[in-house]
């Protein structure tokens, strides 16, 4: 087994060149499934498999407005804090996928096959530290870059394609080049789950994922600091809690594809349990 890597800060992640790659994998995913595997069941709730589609569908449109089109329809009702902002998103998101039931699985995937391509090319022409027009919020950001938003983007795509892909029986895109940079981006995370939890300065949780073979797909430790909980790469010295999970393991927790028992069956805790407990609630979505 690999050692874990000392402490370092965490560093931007540029995602935008992974996204026609990300994309060439979906249509084939899609162009292939009978027509049966559209009604299949999925992780996301009473969503099956087209819906999913239709989702990612609606998240291109979305972009594509208002980044390159700077149409920015206001809310309904002022957003006010944070249970209003999800709840007003799962309005879109139920309205969007209620509406698309209209369309067949081919015109689904004839979309998707021209809004993917333009998707690509507007994340790629994004300056990287610019600010973007939407912070990530589920990372406890009030103000994020085009980096950060591109990043959440990419996690946005690869995680609903993975609901597609285990809906219909598909292999996983859990190679390190996929899952490195989806959980190095998801665990952004941790400090709003965190940010309640009261723990001495000094107090730090490791979490380490690692791959089927053992090898390293992923180390942080979230610290606790004077000002609060603070995210590194690497593992610290002597940690106050670890967390050794499986990278399939770690992307269905932080994605609400893991049930609460199923995750404590499958995430193997060292030294004082009760800091690994927000863990378990932590998601890289907006819920």
């Not at 209003?84 to 369309?103: D, K, M, Q, S, T």
């Not at 999970?245 to 199923?262: K, S, V």
Request: with cysteine.
């Amino acid at each position: 087994m690999e050692p874990l890597a000392p402490l370092a800060p965490l560093a931007p992640l540029y995602t935008a060149e992974l996204f026609p790659p990300l994309h060439r994998e979906l249509m084939g995913l899609l162009r292939g499934l009978p027509a049966s595997d559209w009604e299949r069941p999925t992780v996301a709730g009473s969503w099956v498999v087209r819906d999913v589609a239709a989702h990612l569908l609606d998240g291109d449109l979305r972009k594509l407005s208002a980044y390159r089109d700077g149409h920015l329809p206001r809310p309904p009702v002022p957003i006010h804090d944070h249970r209003g902002l999800v709840a007003f998103l799962n309005e879109l998101n139920a309205e969007w996928v209620a509406a698309a039931r209209r369309l067949s699985p081919r015109v689904l995937v004839e979309l998707l096959e021209v809004t993917g391509h333009q998707l690509a090319e507007l994340v790629a022409s994004l300056p990287p530290h610019g600010p973007s027009l939407f912070p990530v919020a589920w990372a406890g950001e009030g103000a994020s870059e085009n980096w950060m938003d591109t990043g959440r983007e990419y996690t946005e795509r690869w995680h609903h394609q993975m609901q597609i892909r285990d809906a219909v029986g598909a292999p996983g895109l859990l190679d390190p080049v996929w899952l490195t940079p989806l959980l190095e981006l998801s665990v952004r995370a941790l400090t709003r789950a965190y940010s309640a939890t009261l723990a001495p300065v000094g107090t730090a949780l490791v979490l380490d994922v690692r791959g089927e073979g053992g090898e390293g797909v992923g180390c942080w430790t979230l610290a606790r600091a004077i000002d609060g909980w603070r995210l590194w790469r690497g593992a610290a010295d002597e940690p106050t809690t670890t967390v050794s999970t499986d990278g399939d393991a770690a992307w269905r927790l932080l994605y609400n594809a893991l049930p609460e028992e199923t995750a404590r069956a499958r995430l193997r805790v060292e030294g004082e349990e009760w800091l690994a407990e927000p863990l378990f609630t932590a998601r890289s979505v907006m819920v």
